[in-house]
Protein backbone atom coordinates (compact mmCIF):
# COMPACT_ATOMS: atom_id res chain seq x y z
CA UNK A 1 0.00 0.00 0.00
CA UNK A 2 1.50 3.44 -0.85
CA UNK A 3 1.81 5.93 2.41
CA UNK A 4 3.68 9.12 1.87
CA UNK A 5 4.36 11.18 5.30
CA UNK A 6 5.09 14.46 5.90
CA UNK A 7 7.22 16.02 8.65
CA UNK A 8 9.37 18.92 9.43
CA UNK A 9 6.12 21.32 9.20
CA UNK A 10 5.56 24.39 12.16
CA UNK A 11 5.76 27.71 13.14
CA UNK A 12 8.53 29.86 12.38
CA UNK A 13 9.47 33.57 12.27
CA UNK A 14 9.61 35.48 9.29
CA UNK A 15 12.75 34.99 7.64
CA UNK A 16 13.15 31.80 8.79
CA UNK A 17 13.97 28.35 7.45
CA UNK A 18 12.29 25.00 7.56
CA UNK A 19 13.21 21.68 6.29
CA UNK A 20 10.41 19.26 4.86
CA UNK A 21 10.25 15.41 4.47
CA UNK A 22 8.32 13.44 2.59
CA UNK A 23 8.96 9.39 3.29
CA UNK A 24 7.16 7.27 0.76
CA UNK A 25 6.80 3.38 0.94
CA UNK A 26 5.06 0.91 -1.41
CA UNK A 27 6.14 2.75 -4.19
CA UNK A 28 5.82 -0.39 -6.62
CA UNK A 29 5.65 1.69 -9.95
CA UNK A 30 7.62 4.12 -12.41
CA UNK A 31 7.74 7.76 -11.20
CA UNK A 32 6.67 10.70 -13.01
CA UNK A 33 7.12 13.16 -11.01
CA UNK A 34 7.45 14.17 -6.78
CA UNK A 35 6.71 17.37 -5.84
CA UNK A 36 5.21 19.88 -3.26
CA UNK A 37 2.01 21.68 -3.25
CA UNK A 38 0.51 23.60 -1.01
CA UNK A 39 -3.08 25.37 -0.04
CA UNK A 40 -3.48 28.14 2.33
CA UNK A 41 -7.49 28.60 3.41
CA UNK A 42 -9.35 30.52 0.97
CA UNK A 43 -6.76 29.63 -1.70
CA UNK A 44 -6.57 26.95 -4.11
CA UNK A 45 -3.78 24.21 -4.00
CA UNK A 46 -0.74 25.63 -5.95
CA UNK A 47 2.52 23.84 -6.59
CA UNK A 48 5.38 25.00 -5.03
CA UNK A 49 8.06 22.90 -6.63
CA UNK A 50 8.81 19.84 -8.72
CA UNK A 51 11.46 17.39 -9.77
CA UNK A 52 10.56 15.18 -12.50
CA UNK A 53 11.83 11.59 -12.60
CA UNK A 54 15.41 13.03 -14.52
CA UNK A 55 15.89 15.53 -12.28
CA UNK A 56 14.27 18.68 -13.62
CA UNK A 57 13.09 21.09 -11.68
CA UNK A 58 9.91 23.48 -11.59
CA UNK A 59 9.31 26.42 -8.98
CA UNK A 60 6.10 28.53 -8.45
CA UNK A 61 7.61 32.10 -9.48
CA UNK A 62 6.76 33.19 -5.47
CA UNK A 63 9.63 30.85 -3.89
CA UNK A 64 12.60 30.78 -6.82
CA UNK A 65 15.38 31.65 -5.18
CA UNK A 66 14.04 30.76 -1.96
CA UNK A 67 12.84 27.09 -1.32
CA UNK A 68 14.91 24.38 -3.05
CA UNK A 69 13.49 21.04 -3.66
CA UNK A 70 15.43 17.48 -3.32
CA UNK A 71 15.56 13.88 -3.32
CA UNK A 72 16.67 10.59 -2.30
CA UNK A 73 15.69 7.76 -4.40
CA UNK A 74 17.24 5.42 -2.05
CA UNK A 75 15.13 6.41 0.62
CA UNK A 76 12.12 6.94 -1.57
CA UNK A 77 12.19 10.65 -0.34
CA UNK A 78 11.88 14.15 -1.03
CA UNK A 79 12.66 16.90 0.58
CA UNK A 80 11.78 20.81 0.39
CA UNK A 81 14.43 23.40 1.92
CA UNK A 82 12.27 26.81 2.49
CA UNK A 83 14.27 29.64 3.16
CA UNK A 84 13.26 33.29 3.72
CA UNK A 85 10.04 32.24 4.80
CA UNK A 86 7.41 35.14 4.79
CA UNK A 87 4.07 35.15 6.24
CA UNK A 88 2.51 34.52 2.63
CA UNK A 89 4.22 31.01 2.73
CA UNK A 90 2.27 29.73 5.62
CA UNK A 91 -0.11 26.97 4.28
CA UNK A 92 -0.42 23.35 4.49
CA UNK A 93 2.38 21.41 2.50
CA UNK A 94 1.58 18.39 0.73
CA UNK A 95 3.76 15.70 -0.95
CA UNK A 96 2.81 14.54 -4.37
CA UNK A 97 4.11 11.48 -6.17
CA UNK A 98 2.29 11.17 -9.78
CA UNK A 99 3.11 7.74 -11.62
CA UNK A 100 4.33 7.61 -15.25
CA UNK A 101 0.89 5.81 -16.15
CA UNK A 102 -1.14 9.46 -15.34
CA UNK A 103 -3.41 10.48 -15.71
CA UNK A 104 -4.97 6.65 -15.99
CA UNK A 105 -3.36 6.44 -12.80
CA UNK A 106 -3.98 8.62 -10.05
CA UNK A 107 -1.83 10.83 -8.39
CA UNK A 108 -0.79 10.17 -4.40
CA UNK A 109 -0.64 12.35 -1.55
CA UNK A 110 0.54 12.98 1.69
CA UNK A 111 -1.60 13.78 4.99
CA UNK A 112 -0.10 17.13 4.90
CA UNK A 113 1.74 19.29 7.00
CA UNK A 114 1.28 22.69 8.85
CA UNK A 115 3.68 25.07 8.20
CA UNK A 116 3.45 28.68 9.91
CA UNK A 117 5.05 32.22 9.59
CA UNK A 118 4.30 34.50 11.60
CA UNK A 119 6.19 36.62 14.52
Known amino acids: QVQLVESGGGLVQPGGSLRLSCAASGIFFRINAMGWFRQAPGKPRELVALMSSSGSTDYADSVKGRFTISRDNAKNSVYLQMNSLKPEDTAVYYC?????????????WGQGTQVTVSS
Open 96 to 108: NIRPSGWPFANDY
